[in-house]
């Protein structure tokens, strides 16, 4: 999926097309690209927030695949091994923020999907030096998330300082606040979630947030900390007049609309602190899908196929829930079912990533999907599966999509490079 020019996402900046399948250059790995989570950054990207740095681009930096290509002199992976490729793909390493462990303020570094093509695309390029190996625990479509707004949210978690056992506000509640906020309270930290959304309470509720509303005003304590997921500026006084002294409130996203005025003795005196947070080192990386081996952390995703970008994008706006982009080639078919009558067929589907979480087994059904069109099925090349499963633990649809699998929509597949 190509995007040539940024517009709103209602109006479908995202283009399928094909490109040249790109070649692992000399130190460089390519991908056969499983699964692309979605990012509030691409949106931003998509957009015009941010301004393009390569035009036409392949958004997408949350990347799992197959290396399929093994540049010269590369030599860290194996053709075949599964890794995953993030925000963050190269720094001069020899600066001073890289020379002091602070490559993600490298002002040399440049970004997957951004500076160069992504993962909306069947085939990713990727240096060796920031390809990570990923956890088996995982499965392609639900350690993609970890992979920016997991990364983020868990740098903006170790830049809000929290001290032992802390009260941990999260203002917003999307991919990012999700996952962190597994991993504080697994860390024995008490959570608050702030979020508008009547679905996002009782969700951060199920994951063991302390309180969770839609208004400052009925917060039961000041927090110590705070992290800001929310992109917007309106919203950074009243974090920081939720913090008790000495209180830290780190702000995740890249993007932030303006901050209005701030009055010193009620935002920031009594050393309350502002602070924002830029990408993640590599270090941040491994420790994050470290420890989310070890508390089992669950990601719920709702996955689109990738002609469907413009959609996922749009509903991640309105809804901030985390997307997998899934290429034709990788839906895993197998877990369908088809009967095949004279004059039409008869389909059942189940999210396989989900089916093997013992929980989720319980709660998932099938949903029979029937077509009888013309021209009879029986004629047709490819079938289109639509899919709805019960997701485990909340009353949100788990939903795989496959709705455009005509042969010339799996030509149009766009190649990244
Ligand atoms: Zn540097
Ligand atoms: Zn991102």
């Known amino acids: ?198 679905n996002h309470i009782h969700r951060a509720r199920e994951l063991g947030a302390a309180w969770a509303s839609s208004d400052f005003r009925d917060l039961p304590e000041k927090a110590d900390s705070a992290i800001l997921f929310a992109p917007s500026g309106r919203l950074v006084p009243p974090t920081l007049e939720s913090l008790d002294r000495g209180g830290i409130c780190s702000i995740a996203g890249i993007h932030l609309s303006d901050v209005p005025g701030l009055n010193y003795d009620r935002h920031l005196y009594q050393e309350r602190q502002l602070r924002s947070v830029t990408a993640n080192t590599r270090e941040d990386a491994r420790a994050l899908l470290a420890e989310a081996t070890a508390i089992k952390l669950q990601t719920h995703v709702t996955i689109y196929d990738l002609p469907d970008a413009n959609r996922a994008l749009l509903d991640m706006k309105v809804s901030d829930f985390r997307f997998v982009f899934v290429p034709h080639s990788a839906l895993r078919l197998p877990h369908s079912l088809t009967f095949r009558f004279p004059e039409f067929q008869l389909s059942a589907f189940v999210c396989l990533p989900c089916k093997f979480s013992s929980a989720s087994w319980r709660w998932s059904f099938f949903l029979l999907a029937v077509w009888s069109h013309s021209p009879p099925l029986r004629n047709r090349p490819t079938l289109p599966v639509f899919s709805v499963s019960q997701p485990p633990m909340d009353n949100r649809s788990f939903f795989a999509m496959r709705a455009s699998s005509t042969p010339s929509a799996r030509r149009a597949v766009s190649r990244g490079g």
């Open 1 to 198: 999926m190509v995007l040539s020019d940024q517009k709103p996402v209602s109006e479908s900046p995202l283009v399928l097309q094909e490109i040249d399948e790109p070649k692992a250059a000399a130190g460089e790995l390519r991908v056969k690209v499983n699964a692309c989570a979605v990012c509030r950054t691409d949106i931003h990207i998509v957009e015009g927030d941010l301004d393009l740095h390569q035009k036409p681009l392949v958004p997408g930096h949350q990347i799992v695949g197959r290396i399929d290509e093994i540049g010269a002199g590369a030599t860290q992976f194996r053709r075949g091994e599964r890794i995953g490729i993030a925000w963050l793909r190269h720094v001069d390493g020899s600066c001073r923020f890289c020379r002091r462990q602070q490559e993600n303020l490298c002002p040399n570094s440049r970004y997957t999907g951004y500076d160069t093509n992504g993962g909306y695309a069947e085939y990713a390029i990727v240096p060796q030096e920031f390809a990570y190996e990923l956890p088996d625990d995982f499965d392609d479509e639900h350690v993609a998330p970890l992979l920016c707004g997991g990364l983020i949210g868990y740098r903006a978690l170790e830049k809000a300082a929290l001290p032992e056992n802390g009260r941990l506000l999260l203002v917003g509640f999307g991919s990012s606040a999700h996952i962190i906020t597994q991993v504080a309270v697994h860390r024995g930290h008490k959570v608050y979630v702030l979020t508008r959304s009547d």
